[in-house]
């Protein structure tokens, strides 16, 4: 069974790896930011739905980020990596190694 939803035109399930492109301005300047981690799940539906993004920098304490799949902000995303996962939420990987991870979503 796959969870997929449609962000900018792009077809994203949970478990996948994915770098959103987001722009902000800042002062007078637009700009721009990628931020790359996996899709832990979706919430909502039609214009009010969400979906959250896990990363673990370099520093290994994870951030999580919850974007509107509608929003302007958005510029693209890409996909790095499909995931293979069998549950809607995959919020269990809060407590996982990056080893256990991968072996797990990325088969």
């Known amino acids: ?35 790359e981690g996996i899709v832990l799940g979706f919430r909502g539906h039609g214009d009010n739905a969400s979906f959250m993004v896990r990363k673990i920098p370099k520093s290994n304490i994870g951030v999580e980020r919850i974007f509107p799949v509608k ?13 293979n996962s069998p549950k809607a939420k995959i919020y269990y990987i809060r407590d996982r190694s990056h080893k256990e991870i991968k072996d797990k979503l990325f088969v």
Request: charged share 40%; aromatic share 10%; proline share 2%.
């Open 1 to 35: 069974m796959s969870f997929k939803r449609t962000v900018k035109e792009t077809e994203v399930s949970v478990g996948d790896k994915v770098k959103i492109h987001y722009s902000f301005t800042e002062k007078d300047k637009k700009k721009s930011q990628i931020f």
């Open 71 to 83: 929003s302007p902000f958005i510029e693209k995303v890409e996909i790095s990596k499909k995931g």
